[in-house]
């Protein structure tokens, strides 16, 4: 009987990352932190971050606003995606996770995109895709507004006020977060066990938090277990995280396409869009695997000698 609420995204990903790290934390034992004194003129990217950086601002960008035009969590979504995306990418993938600039101006402008994405099909449809979006929604008809098409060209002071908001939060958020930077980073100073034992009773309170339900516990210690061996074999469990959120919406707009085909695949797959699609995703999936194949045998440093 609890199995048929279903299996809720937010305990899979604290397990995934948050109990994985814990138990890496308690294998490796207590490692005292060290943190430097930075200057708030440091804290700006070099003119090489920048130029590494175009690329995967420029991609992440495109990725969260696409993002932000599907329902689900797009925020989370997109930035899985991004980092995945630059991994592949990358002509270093091995270096991700040792402090890349490109695994973190990729995703965070992914992040910034897919709010902004998300915003579309709520102004222009009435339609809220994320649970922030439908609080938004919530505070414009208690005052009277009606989000859809007509929106933009009866009150356009709103419209421009949502779009001018976005520009005033960042701005506010770039002049909160330097200057106490360094109180964020004064967290690290507490001992190791301290810190491990306060996120571990965090995710335990959050988990059980959202339906008040023992099977989001086990959901929680289950996927903790399995994040730490994915950690422990080098496997990225990002893939994991986007299958579970997109999973349940193309099982059911499989259904319902397949109910309006009555029951025929061949014609899903021979719509000139629907083809298109598949060849582009299944482009993307073996392309760079053999890409990379292609350097290899290409490389004369690789080749063996005669």
Known sequence: MSLSQGVELVPVIMGLYGVAEVLVLAEEGAVRAQIASVRLRELFPTREEWRRSAAPIARGSVVGFLTGLI??????LSTFISYALEKRVSKTPEKFGTG???GVAGPESANNGATAGAMVPLLSLGIPFS?????????????GLQPGPLMISQRPEIFWGFVASMYIGNFLLLILNLPLVGLFVSVLRLPQHVL?????????????SLSNSFLDLWILVVFGVFGYALRKLRVDPSPLVVALVLGPMMEK???QSLFLTRGSVIELVSRPLTA????LSLAA???????????RRGDPAEAPAA
């Open 196 to 208: 491990a034992t306060l996120v571990l009773l965090l995710c335990l309170v959050g988990a059980y």
């Open 276 to 279: 298109v699609i598949l060849i």
């Open 131 to 143: 649970p922030a979006t439908a609080i938004l929604l919530g505070a414009l008809v208690i005052h």
């Open 100 to 102: 890349m600039i490109e």
């Open 253 to 255: 707009t499989l259904r």
């Open 285 to 295: 999936l073996v392309g760079p695997p053999l890409v990379r194949l292609l350097r």
């Open 71 to 76: 329902p689900g969590p797009a925020a989370v």
